[in-house]
């Protein structure tokens, strides 16, 4: 069994920032990639920030010079920084791994976290 917890998330003012944190507990894997995705109230799940341990982190082109993706190979361990939060930022935002080489889309996520609300008023 493989858990991902995510913790950080909260209400915050538009401009703020949060530092949102992935930890991976239960059976020993080895991740290729672990990335960030949010929903939306009735929108789809989207992809947001991931990191492959053998290369440069990737951004969705909404969050990129905003956001910052950080993480530890060997502990399965992800952060997301999140700068100059927008309303539009609002979401349920959830940490996912996969140990396969791909790593851009969401089914290429083989573990998930229960995700964390964040909230950004305006």
């Known amino acids: 069994q493989v858990q991902l917890v995510e913790s950080g998330g909260g209400l915050v003012q538009a401009g703020g920032s949060l530092r949102l944190s992935c930890v991976a507990s239960g059976r020993t894997f080895s991740s290729y990639a672990m990335g960030w995705f949010r929903q939306a109230p009735g929108k789809e799940r989207e992809f947001v920030a991931a990191?492959?341990?053998?290369?440069?982190?990737a951004y969705s082109d909404s969050v990129r010079g905003r956001f910052t993706i950080s993480g530890n190979n060997f502990k399965n361990t992800a952060y997301l920084q999140m700068s100059s939060l927008k309303p539009e930022d609002t979401a349920v935002y959830y940490c996912a791994a996969t140990t396969s080489w791909s790593w851009l889309t969401i089914t290429d996520y083989d573990y998930w976290g229960q995700g964390t609300q964040v909230t950004v008023s305006a």
């Open positions: 990191l492959r341990w053998s290369g440069s982190p």
